[in-house]
């Protein structure tokens, strides 16, 4: 019995039932990450021996007859720009490569809560900047199904994670499609949530009115698993929202007959390859099978989303950023005075993505440029919004492609940034709306995952988790695995 292969679900019976013992599955996983991280490189920390000192902690409360959480003493993983106290945090950049947090995210601890196993930090983009993981401070992820191939970014390490079964499930940072193209990429189920759903403290930020944590699955019932441990309102967070919580579970086997899922026109536009395409309608067919509705609409300011995206965005990452000096923490350049300091300390501590947005948004915000530039993208912002509004009242949900290609190999994009951008034409609008969004496997393109985008109104998770469910049983994409040949070629097993 491959236990590696199991999801948190299958697993939490498994520990239930006394088969197997959580140290036995941490062992596991550890294991496997020690085979398979010469070639998919997904950790960039790996924390084995307190995620054996905890295993051991919830085997003994197993022992004493105690009843256990669904996801307790099941091995997970953070991406690394989540604090964790005592564990390194590097954001996966030179600035922060030695950071230790005096503290832990919410997020992170109400999975220590929940009883999960940490089993250590995942690589990503520099400060989450960047859509293939490419851009880490360290080395670039691979991609599971193809090691020549990116995972996505920036949650890239967390996605491959799981596609590789390096961990049972993942947590990720969605501020322009950052969960759900690495979901799509690697063939895993991605899920942001509406903005303020879940607590960003001790988040790192990128750009705060748009960064979202969420979880990267095996499946569909996992994600709503891992939903229900870490969504609610935190007092610790300004913008996070109190809203009645339901058990995330229950909409799933729920009947999707007579549902109304919105088609947008503008998300089959030019770029979207059309192989990709094809598989997304074929899913359409597969929903109207199970009975629900479809039609095609219209988002009429669609095409605005990435130029008012790549104002926000970088204005934000621009202030956000300016906290990272030499003078509080993080990595400190000498100089002869504190001026010549902070230069080279920003000049040697941020890589070449981050310090293109930081240039970006610095401008879009200076005296002179912010009403014709900042303002109106915040403008362009809420008509997007409103597009959403309008057609969540006839629609329960819309779907789309997640990206427009499957995954490209590495070097493809990096030499373009315009074109890496658009890798998230797809998922950015939601972002910009605060509204939930999740990816499915929905298909291959030449041995390669395509994902299914599925889009819902605010705080309306459970019927993105109740047509994602149906569809996933009802096509069980997600059950393939990369390709036993890929594995095996590279050594991988």
Same mark, same amino acid.
């Given at each position: 019995?491959?236990?590696?292969?199991?999801?948190?679900?299958?697993?939490?019976?498994?520990?239930?039932?006394?088969?197997?013992?959580?140290?036995?599955?941490?062992?596991?996983?550890?294991?496997?990450?020690?085979?398979?991280?010469?070639?998919?490189?997904?950790?960039?920390?790996?924390?084995?021996?307190?995620?054996?000192?905890?295993?051991?902690?919830?085997?003994?409360?197993?022992?004493?007859?105690?009843?256990?959480?669904?996801?307790?003493?099941?091995?997970?993983?953070?991406?690394?720009?989540?604090?964790?106290?005592?564990?390194?945090?590097?954001?996966?950049?030179?600035?922060?490569?030695?950071?230790?947090?005096?503290?832990?995210?919410?997020?992170?601890?109400?999975?220590?809560?929940?009883?999960?196993?940490?089993?250590?930090?995942?690589?990503?983009?520099?400060?989450?900047?960047?859509?293939?993981?490419?851009?880490?401070?360290?080395?670039?992820?691979?991609?599971?199904?193809?090691?020549?191939?990116?995972?996505?970014?920036?949650?890239?390490?967390?996605?491959?994670?799981?596609?590789?079964?390096?961990?049972?499930?993942?947590?990720?940072?969605?501020?322009?499609?950052?969960?759900?193209?690495?979901? $799509?990429?690697?063939?895993?189920?991605?899920?942001?949530? @509406?903005?303020? !759903?879940?607590?960003? %403290?001790? /988040? &790192? =930020?990128? +750009?705060s009115s748009l960064d979202q944590i969420g979880p990267l699955t095996k499946d569909?019932?996992?994600?709503?698993?891992?939903?229900?441990?870490?969504?609610?309102?935190?007092?610790?967070?300004?913008?996070?929202?109190?809203?009645?919580?339901?058990?995330?579970?229950?909409?799933?086997?729920?009947?999707?007959?007579?549902?109304?899922?919105?088609?947008?026109?503008?998300?089959?536009?030019?770029?979207?390859?059309?192989?990709?395409?094809?598989?997304?309608?074929?899913?359409?067919?597969?929903?109207?099978?199970?009975? $629900?509705?479809?039609?095609?609409?219209?988002?009429?300011? @669609?095409?605005? !989303?990435?130029?008012? %995206?790549? /104002? &926000? =965005?970088? +204005?934000?990452?621009?202030?956000?950023?300016?906290?990272?000096?030499?003078?509080?923490?993080?990595?400190?350049?000498?100089?002869?005075?504190?001026?010549?300091?902070?230069?080279?300390?920003?000049?040697?501590?941020?890589?070449?993505?981050?310090?293109?947005?930081?240039?970006?948004?610095?401008?879009?915000?200076?005296?002179?440029?912010?009403?014709?530039?900042?303002?109106?993208?915040?403008?362009?912002?809420?008509?997007?919004?409103?597009?959403?509004?309008?057609?969540?009242?006839?629609?329960?949900?819309?779907?789309?492609?997640?990206?427009?290609?499957?995954?490209?190999?590495?070097?493809?994009?990096?030499?373009?940034?315009?074109?890496?951008?658009?890798?998230?034409?797809?998922?950015?609008?939601?972002?910009?709306?605060?509204?939930?969004?999740?990816?499915?496997?929905?298909?291959?393109?030449?041995?390669?995952?395509?994902?299914?985008?599925?889009?819902?109104?605010?705080?309306?998770?459970?019927?993105?988790?109740?047509?994602?469910?149906?569809?996933?049983?009802?096509?069980?994409?997600?059950?393939?695995?990369?390709?036993?040949?890929?594995?095996?070629?590279?050594?991988?097993?």
């Open positions: 019995m491959d236990i590696t292969a199991k999801t948190a679900g299958e697993l939490h019976d498994l520990l239930v039932q006394k088969e197997i013992t959580s140290t036995e599955l941490t062992h596991a996983f550890l294991d496997r990450v020690r085979r398979l991280e010469g070639q998919v490189q997904a950790y960039v920390t790996v924390t084995d021996k307190s995620a054996l000192k905890r295993a051991a902690e919830v085997d003994a409360k197993i022992a004493r007859g105690e009843a256990i959480g669904t996801l307790e003493g099941i091995p997970m993983a953070l991406k690394d720009n989540m604090c964790t106290e005592g564990i390194r945090t590097t954001c996966s950049s030179k600035m922060l490569e030695e950071f230790v947090p005096p503290y832990s995210a919410e997020v992170a601890i109400r999975l220590q809560e929940a009883g999960a196993i940490l089993l250590g930090k995942l690589n990503m983009d520099e400060f989450a900047m960047g859509s293939s993981t490419e851009n880490s401070r360290f080395f670039p992820t691979h991609n599971p199904w193809d090691l020549e191939r990116v995972p996505g970014g920036s949650s890239g390490g967390a996605a491959a994670s799981v596609a590789a079964a390096e961990a049972v499930y993942a947590l990720g940072s969605d501020t322009g499609g950052s969960i759900r193209q690495p979901a $799509a990429f690697c063939g895993v189920v991605g899920m942001k949530p @509406t903005y303020g !759903a879940v607590s960003r %403290y001790g /988040l &790192i =930020a990128f +750009a569909v019932r996992d994600n709503a698993l891992v939903m229900n441990a870490i969504a609610g309102h935190d007092r610790k967070d300004s913008t996070s929202v109190r809203f009645d919580k339901p058990d995330y579970t229950q909409f799933l086997g729920k009947n999707i007959k007579g549902l109304k899922i919105g088609i947008p026109r503008e998300y089959f536009g030019e770029g979207i390859d059309s192989d990709v395409a094809k598989v997304i309608w074929d899913a359409v067919a597969a929903l109207k099978d199970l009975g $629900a509705e479809a039609e095609e609409c219209s988002l009429p300011h @669609t095409d605005y !989303a990435m130029p008012a %995206y790549y /104002l &926000i =965005a970088p +204005a934000e990452c621009s202030s956000n950023l300016a906290r990272y000096d030499g003078v509080r923490y993080g990595y400190r350049a000498e100089g002869d005075d504190l001026i010549s300091m902070v230069r080279k300390t920003r000049a040697e501590g941020f890589g070449p993505e981050v310090k293109r947005r930081i240039m970006l948004g610095t401008y879009a915000l200076s005296s002179g440029y912010y009403d014709a530039y900042y303002v109106k993208a915040q403008k362009v912002r809420t008509l997007i919004k409103q597009d959403f509004d309008q057609a969540f009242g006839t629609y329960d949900v819309l779907l789309s492609p997640t990206a427009p290609t499957v995954a490209f190999k590495f070097g493809e994009k990096s030499s373009n940034p315009l074109s890496m951008y658009l890798s998230d034409i797809c998922t950015v609008p939601v972002n910009l709306a605060g509204i939930p969004g999740i990816s499915i496997p929905a298909g291959f393109v030449g041995g390669l995952p395509v994902g299914l985008h599925l889009m819902g109104k605010a705080f309306d998770e459970g019927t993105l988790y109740q047509v994602a469910y149906a569809f996933e049983q009802h096509t069980g994409f997600h059950k393939v695995k990369p390709s036993t040949k890929e594995v095996a070629a590279h050594g991988l097993e």
